[in-house]
């Protein structure tokens, strides 16, 4: 499924489309990891500014598990 971008959806939306992408249970997980987010945050935290309709979603995940390949 392809994230709804913010002018076509409402937060509702938005909201469940990370739920459902990342297994994401927050705020009842208790930390349960089960997103796979770095530093162990809930998908729903890490992706805040998207379900709130501040900044698309590819903008925020494009920067998630950047590495440096130059060792």
Do not use: N, Q
């Not at 705020?27 to 809930?42: I, V, Y």
């Amino acid at each position: 499924m392809i994230a709804p971008k913010i002018d076509f959806s409402d937060r509702e939306e938005r909201l469940a489309f990370v739920r459902d992408r990342f297994c994401c249970k927050a705020p009842s997980c208790g930390g349960c990891g089960s997103c796979h987010m770095p530093d162990g945050r809930p998908a729903t935290e890490v992706f805040a500014a998207y379900i709130e309709g501040e900044k698309e979603f590819v903008a925020i995940a494009s920067g998630l598990w950047k590495t440096d390949r130059h060792g």
